[in-house]
């Protein structure tokens, strides 16, 4: 555990229902994409690329499993949720960068309405954390 916990019986601070959500929702893509992309794999490139792929697919579930426990304990966390944030961020900046190097897949809309929240629930996510840290630090003095 991390830090102070907040007794289970008081209510969540809203900042703290907007983290929880953000987890809920990083860990449900994750869930769903890990397996996805593992069945899926790369098999039409070279033997490396479909073993990086799949090996990555197994990364991205085990994210999501942590952000599924984290959701779930949100009491407990203060810098766990950065890091989970900061993972988000990395991988829509790794798709930003395949799009400037290699352009943007088709359908545009699909690719550019996964890029949207890799980007933008991050900073949600960190935003809302550190509102309840301080608020958190302010109720123990």
Known sequence: MEGPCMAAKTPLLASQRVVQV???????????????????????N?????????????V????????????????QHR????????????GGTGRLVSISLVGLPQPNALWLGYLLPELLVPWIMVIAQIVTNKRSAASIK
């Open 22 to 44: 953000c987890l809920f929702l990083v860990s449900a893509i994750a869930l769903f994409g890990g397996p996805l992309q593992m069945y899926l794999g790369e098999p039409e």
């Open 46 to 58: 070279a033997p490396r690329l479909d073993n990086v792929h799949r090996f990555m697919a197994g």
């Open 60 to 75: 991205y579930f085990g994210s999501g499993l942590i952000a599924l426990w984290a959701a779930l304990t949100i009491r």
């Open 79 to 90: 810098t766990l949720v950065f890091l989970i944030a900061l993972s988000a961020f990395l």
